[in-house]
């Protein structure tokens, strides 16, 4: 009986609860002390295996009785209340993100400005510090509530371009390390280092003007980006408008020149509705025309394929012969040659043509063409577009580019010519279709490659999306042909040419091997977030750099004139150039990493590469062509430019903050006269663009821009030269207006003002005073200017500063 009363009782004896391990499993099979963080604990965020902690399932059901909370309440979204000191509610941001955070997130992700939110090195997912109370650290994790819902980096605006934090789950890695069986016992050990095959996500460099609705947003690729890597620019600007009077007295002239001198007339002016007769009237003689059209078909036809040069001078041929009677000759054809004359008129000797034409020919002659024959194109309203209104409307950009109008609306008028294409079945392979003839299926493949080819251009200047990949079309490319192979009447489709054979369409066919790549990247490197892995930004950049190694050999064809020889150098060059772009654009938001991370120290050599790739292509066809070198004249240069000045200005901003200088600086400082050849680059690329901003509508803005950027580098580099560096902006600023307006000196467009204060030579004013005043101390009351110091007052017209339309350069918001 004692046996079984003490089984009984034994058995009435409540059983001793056994206590559940908080630990992760990770921790617990390790034998190690876990701090319980939600949903990664700080030691396995430290091994290679963040995704593998896990907790047993009924974990979160250990809630202490003592606190109330609201956690994931369907009613109230993702809100968590817990006791804090500040009682300040936390509110999970909606793309904090849940899952666990990837290890390097401080050298992968946007960064803040200092002292816009905590240190990077105390994330959402970091360690915590060490005076933290254990219960608050219990209350986190048994309520579930990750770190990353809390939005601890709120947004200020304290420079030029702010990123935001975004946290993505990180992949898990396949193979192990010595960290995952090891007991890791020092609280301040490195995170592992960055690996290719780790994920990425980058927000890239945008900028955002204006604002509340108005606003206009521009992607990486416009390079007024980089304005944030020259934090100095502004003072540096402000130090030459306070030496130089001579800027205040001409700032009504500096500010017609940054607006254009053909502001007034002809761009404002209303123009009557377009007919015909109106449009033929505007033709200059034959000679002019003649001459016109073969500075197209070389440097504009021969790279961008929209017609069949045959049949165009046939038909050329025959309007001419009946020019007398207006009411035969189609209005489309008529726009057609406006846009072919507007679009060579920058390549042509203006003295040269006046000789040739009875009629005086004005500066604005060629604008005046585009404006009409826009405008016809707007009155026509097609409902249904065919090849030849396709070719006006590919006219139409490529006319404006060159005079460098409307390049805002440029994406939205490309992206409006793909679609246009699209609902006319261009970007599906004609041969699927019988009732299309040889001749035209093979027409509609250029033209189609062509579209897509400038929509491309278009997304990677404004760094926007392209509105195409490979994937939404499947017309085949062109064939290698010479035009007088294809008729009319061919029935079937002449044998293609091998690549590095030279022929009408052997530019189209060999860019072309590159276009899917290129689509690629572009789509990559302008998306709101370039996420990948850097293995894939270096197949990029091998996929890139075999197409530039493949560059066909053309050969020069001497017994085929001069023209012949200027159209392989063209076709070579530019190839080589936009891909070089894509290699810019591909590395240049890993290069502007690589000072914080080791892995992206390729990427800042590869951009160096491919930006004085650039700037040398350009310095030869500068000092050999000069019809060529305004040919090669594009959004990439100004890219490049750029970045070489950023690259030179960073050399000696390495301090011991930055743990990973890039070999590229390193090679800068190391080897002697380095910064000699890339200021040589810079300084002969920004003469070239003087030539093309000399030419175009608006392009004092740049000009200036770039002048005050390339004397803020040389005065860094050679500090001792500083007050000659500033000379020489002030300099070109007045020689730019001084020659602009000298080559206006006759024309009506300038209006009752003229030339202004440029009548007498500003450039030989300035270069006879002593020299520069010096810099106002900065304890001097800006207020209260003193008498003949030209310092402008408050809320005028800032001569110098205004002209870089800083405002826009600097209100850049962070999305």
Not at 6 to 27: H, I, L, V, W, Y
Not at 135 to 145: I, M, P, W
Not at 195 to 221: H, V, Y
Not at 718 to 740: C, D, G, H, N
């Amino acid at each position: 009986m004692e046996e079984v009363h003490s089984f009984g009782a034994q058995a009435d004896r409540p059983r001793k609860r056994r206590r559940r391990t908080m630990a992760c499993t990770q921790c617990r099979s390790r034998k190690l002390r876990c701090d319980r963080e939600y949903p990664t604990c700080g030691r396995c965020l430290k091994s290679r295996a963040p995704t593998k902690c896990t907790y047993e399932d009924g974990f979160l059901w250990q809630q202490p009785t003592t606190v109330t909370t609201t956690a994931f309440n369907p009613d109230r979204g993702s809100t968590v209340s817990m006791p804090r000191n500040d009682q300040t509610p936390l509110q999970t941001p909606p793309d904090s993100g849940l899952g666990a955070p990837s290890i390097r997130s401080d050298a992968l992700l946007s960064t803040t400005a200092p002292g816009s939110g905590p240190n990077p090195s105390d994330g959402p997912h970091g360690r915590e510090k060490h005076g933290r109370e254990r219960r608050d650290c219990f209350l986190e994790t048994v309520l579930g509530a990750p770190k990353a819902a809390v939005n601890q980096e709120p947004y200020v605006n304290t420079g030029l371009l702010q990123r935001p934090r975004r946290l993505l789950p990180e992949p898990e890695v396949t193979f192990s390390s010595q960290v995952d069986t090891h007991d890791i016992t020092d609280e301040g050990d490195l995170d592992d280092p960055l690996t290719a095959s780790n994920q990425l996500d980058i927000a890239p460099r945008i900028m955002m003007r204006g604002r509340e609705t108005k606003t206009r947003f521009s992607g990486s690729g416009i390079y007024a980006n980089l304005v944030a890597q020259f934090p100095d620019i502004r003072s540096f600007a402000e130090d030459i408008r306070l030496s130089n009077p001579i800027l205040s007295r001409l700032r009504p002239d500096l500010e017609r020149v940054k607006r254009g001198l053909w502001k007034r007339r002809p761009l404002n002016e209303p123009i009557p509705d377009p007919t015909t007769v109106s449009m033929i009237a505007l033709l200059p003689s034959r000679a002019v025309a003649d001459e016109l059209i073969s500075l197209y078909l070389t440097y504009i036809e021969s790279t961008h394929r929209i017609i069949h040069v045959p049949t165009f001078l046939q038909a050329v041929d025959e309007f001419w012969a009946s020019s007398d009677n207006p009411t035969i000759h189609s209005a489309v054809f008529v726009a057609q040659i406006l846009l072919i004359l507007a679009c060579a008129w920058n390549f042509a000797d203006i003295p040269s043509l006046q000789e040739k034409s009875p009629t005086p020919l004005h500066c604005h002659t060629a604008l005046t063409w585009v404006l009409h024959a826009e405008k016809w194109i707007n009155n026509a309203h097609i409902k249904r577009p065919e090849i030849n209104t396709l070719r006006l409307y590919i006219l139409l950009i490529t006319a404006q580019n060159s005079f460098g109008i409307k390049r805002s609306q440029a994406w939205l008028a490309t992206s409006h010519l793909v679609k246009s294409a699209m609902m006319a079945g261009y970007h599906r392979d004609p041969s699927k279709y019988a009732r299309i003839s040889t001749f035209n299926k093979e027409m509609r493949r250029r033209i189609w490659i062509t579209i897509v080819e400038l929509d491309l251009q278009v997304a990677i200047d404004r760094g926007m999306q392209p509105s195409v990949q490979p994937s939404d079309y499947d017309t085949l490319p062109p064939l290698n042909i010479n035009d007088n192979e294809l008729h009319e009447s061919t029935v079937e489709p002449p044998a293609s040419h091998s690549v590095s054979e030279t022929t009408d369409c052997s530019f189209q066919t060999a860019l072309g091997r590159s276009l899917a790549m290129r689509l690629k990247a572009c789509s990559l490197m302008h998306s709101p977030r370039i996420s990948c892995r850097y293995e894939e930004i270096q197949k990029l950049d091998w996929e890139l750099t075999r197409h530039l190694s493949q560059i066909p050999g053309w050969p020069s064809a001497e017994a085929n004139g001069p023209l012949a020889q200027q159209k392989v150098a063209l076709w070579r060059s530019l190839m080589e150039i936009k891909l070089a772009q894509s290699l810019l654009s591909v590395h240049t938001p890993f290069a502007i990493e690589a000072r914080r991370e080791a892995l992206f120290a390729t990427s800042a050599r590869s951009r160096l590469d491919a930006a004085v790739r650039i700037l040398s292509v350009q310095r030869r066809l500068h000092e050999t062509a000069p019809l060529l070198s305004l040919c090669a004249l594009g959004e990439w240069t100004l890219q490049a430019y750029m970045s070489i000045c950023q690259v030179l200005h960073s050399v000696d901003t390495h301090t011991s903050n930055t743990p990973f200088p890039s070999t590229a600086t390193l090679q800068l400082t190391a080897l002697p006269g380095i910064p000699d050849s890339l200021m040589s680059l810079v300084e002969t690329a920004l003469l070239a663009l003087e030539v093309r901003f000399l030419l175009i509508v608006k392009g004092a803005k740049d000009y200036f821009f770039l002048s005050t950027i390339s004397a803020l580098v040389k005065a860094k580099l050679w500090p001792a030269q500083a007050i000659m560096y500033k000379q020489q902006v002030v300099e070109r600023v007045l020689s730019f207006a001084q020659t602009l307006f000298t080559r206006h000196a006759t024309c009506e467009h300038l209006g009752n003002p003229g030339m202004g204060n440029f009548k007498d030579n500003q450039v030989s004013a300035f270069l006879s005073t002593p020299g520069m005043a010096p810099v106002i101390p900065p304890e001097f009351d800006s207020m209260i200017p003193p008498p003949d110091l030209g310092i402008t007052p408050p809320g005028d017209f800032d001569p110098f500063l205004d002209v870089f339309d800083w405002d826009d350069l600097t209100g850049m918001a962070a999305i």
